[in-house]
């Protein structure tokens, strides 16, 4: 056969296997308001630049009369492309092909783009809609996915690890966007969970829907699995790629940094905290005010509220802002804000992203329930984060920092290289009202007028600690600062510690309180 026909032939091929499950497969998807697997890649990488790998993959199944079938590309398209032209590994699971279920040679496909992400030190990111585990190739689909989970763990702090959510991930199949860094999910499109509401109902007797069980916003506000919440297919795309643009491609290299002009102090941020220690404000508008072009990047936005956590450049570079959030719950640590902090933290650790806290919370939140569901445990995260991260660690307190709060939101002791203070900062190991209630209770309680002198003992104990005075004399604050020097200040540290290097004690590895 002449070449020119080969070719033609080949062209035919990849043509019959890209149409995937066929027509009325296709036309199915697209009723769900979803794309195709090769859709979403192409509208997700630089135009042009996606090269499919393994597209004549097929499964090699025998049982339940899947020798008749025939699967193309086994239900996933693999490949590599580029994103703001850095390079990028990319797996999207074809939910028109056997409803995207992972069998062996699905999930040997997947695990090939991992490996090449990890030995090429590029970011991966999984699109998955998929029924799960193949039923047919039993635990052969079943030790797809421990290949699958393990190289996540192994890439885990090596390379990003992106995953989308773009239709059902169901059962075992959860487990492997959980291992990621960063998942992604798109309202009424999203379903995650690992026992389906077919098996509540047998189980339980409970009808629930998919929605309700596992849907785009149960999982982005209530759980915290996702990280980014997005109405449609095409604006969580444009998230990844914002959120690629932030990140370095490896723990190897850093961010690429995008040169600024920019004034080095803004003019309303002086009035951005309220006189009154007791009104709240948004800490994102004192993010706003110190990076560069207000350009933040917020993860896990829906989700524990009190606590702020995102990327934003200062001068160009990449770092991860860990802030308290007066707006909610006055931006008390709990268990959810810890874990959600404490990994974030981790993150920014891994991938050389320096760090810069904003603090203003009275503490952790106090009552039963939170000491049931373990703030113990989860809050020791925040202290273990912070004590284990060597990047650049820059901390402002812009206003309360109370007691174990103070010391948690990356304080000095926790090694923090600079550690800045507004004028309206109160370090303190409680709050003043709580604080004169408990240390001048005789005096309170003997005097003539009890709720005269408790006022006096609150001012008085106002005075001498609600102040960021007390802990600069003791050097545990380098310097109390105008809120308009902030950016100036913070440009100059990460300048400063470009070259931090500081090592531990030898260990294999620690043991967090996960
Ligand atoms: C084989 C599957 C499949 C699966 C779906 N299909 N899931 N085939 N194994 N796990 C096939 C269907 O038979 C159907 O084939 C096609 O995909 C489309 O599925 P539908 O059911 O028609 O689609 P839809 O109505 O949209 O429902 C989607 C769904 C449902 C909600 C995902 O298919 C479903 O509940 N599937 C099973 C989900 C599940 O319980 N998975 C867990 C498996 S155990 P035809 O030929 O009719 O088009 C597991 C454990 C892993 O994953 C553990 C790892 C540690």
């Not at 992972?102 to 699109?127: F, Q, S």
């Not at 192994?154 to 059962?171: F, H, M």
């Not at 996702?226 to 932030?246: D, N, R, T, V």
């Not at 690429?256 to 404000?281: A, F, G, T």
Request: with cysteine; charged share 25%.
């Amino acid at each position: 056969m002449p070449l020119k026909s080969k070719i033609e032939e080949l062209k035919k091929r990849r043509e019959q296997v890209q149409m995937g499950g066929g027509e009325k497969a296709i036309e199915k998807q697209q009723a769900m308001g979803k794309l195709t697997a090769r859709e979403r890649i192409i509208a997700l990488l630089d135009k042009d630049s996606f090269h499919e790998y393994d597209l004549f993959v097929e499964h090699e199944a025998r049982d339940f009369d899947m020798d008749k079938k025939v699967l193309h590309g086994d239900g996933v398209v693999i490949g590599t492309g580029t994103i703001h032209g850095g390079p990028v590994c990319i797996f999207a699971q074809d939910f028109t092909v056997a409803g995207g279920s992972l069998g062996v040679m699905h999930a040997r496909k997947i695990t090939k783009i991992m490996d090449h992400a990890l030995k090429m030190r590029v970011p991966l990111i999984g699109i998955n809609d998929s029924g799960g585990a193949r039923i047919q190739e039993g635990v052969n689909s079943l030790s797809g996915y421990g290949e699958i989970f393990f190289r996540n763990t192994l890439s885990s702090g090596v390379i990003p690890q992106i995953s989308v959510i773009l239709g059902p991930c169901a059962g075992g199949a959860v487990y492997s966007p959980a291992l990621t860094d960063f998942v992604f999910v798109v309202d009424k499109i999203s379903k995650m969970f690992i026992t389906g509401p077919e098996v509540i109902k047998t189980v339980l007797g409970e009808e629930i829907s998919m929605e309700d069980l596992g849907g785009a916003r149960v999982h982005s506000e209530i759980t915290g699995n996702a990280h980014f919440y997005a109405e449609s297919e095409m604006e969580c795309f444009e998230q990844i790629k914002k959120l690629i643009s932030f990140v370095p491609g490896s723990n190897d290299s850093k961010p690429v940094i995008k040169p600024v002009q920019e004034p080095l102090s803004r003019y309303n941020i002086n009035d951005i905290v309220p006189d009154d220690p007791k009104h709240p404000y948004d800490v994102r508008d004192v993010i706003k005010s110190i990076i560069d072009g207000s350009d933040f990047i917020e993860v896990q936005e829906l989700w524990a509220k009190n606590m702020v956590i995102g990327f934003g450049r200062i001068n160009g570079q990449t770092c991860g802002f860990v802030c308290n959030q007066p707006l909610v719950l006055a931006g008390v640590l709990d268990v959810d804000s810890s874990d959600k902090a404490s990994r974030f933290i981790r993150y920014c650790d891994a991938f050389n992203i320096p760090i810069v806290t904003l603090v203003d919370l009275p503490g952790y939140l106090p009552g039963i329930d939170q000491e049931h569901a373990g703030v113990i445990r989860h809050g020791a995260k925040v202290l273990y984060a912070y004590s284990e991260a060597t990047v650049p660690k820059l901390t402002v307190i812009l206003r309360k920092a109370y007691g174990g709060g103070y010391i948690a939101m990356g304080s000095r002791h926790l090694r923090s290289d600079f550690v800045f203070a507004w004028p309206s900062a109160e370090i303190a190991v409680m709050g003043p009202e709580g604080a004169a209630n408990i240390i001048f209770r005789k005096e309170i309680m003997s005097s003539e007028n009890p709720e005269e002198t408790r006022k006096h003992k609150v001012k008085e104990y106002k005075s001498k600690f609600a102040n960021p005075y007390v802990a600069a004399a003791k050097g545990y604050v380098d310097s109390v600062i105008e809120p308009s020097e902030t950016r100036k200040l913070l440009i100059h540290a990460i300048n400063v510690a470009k070259n931090k290097s500081i090592s531990g004690p030898r260990k294999k590895h620690g043991v967090p309180p996960f």
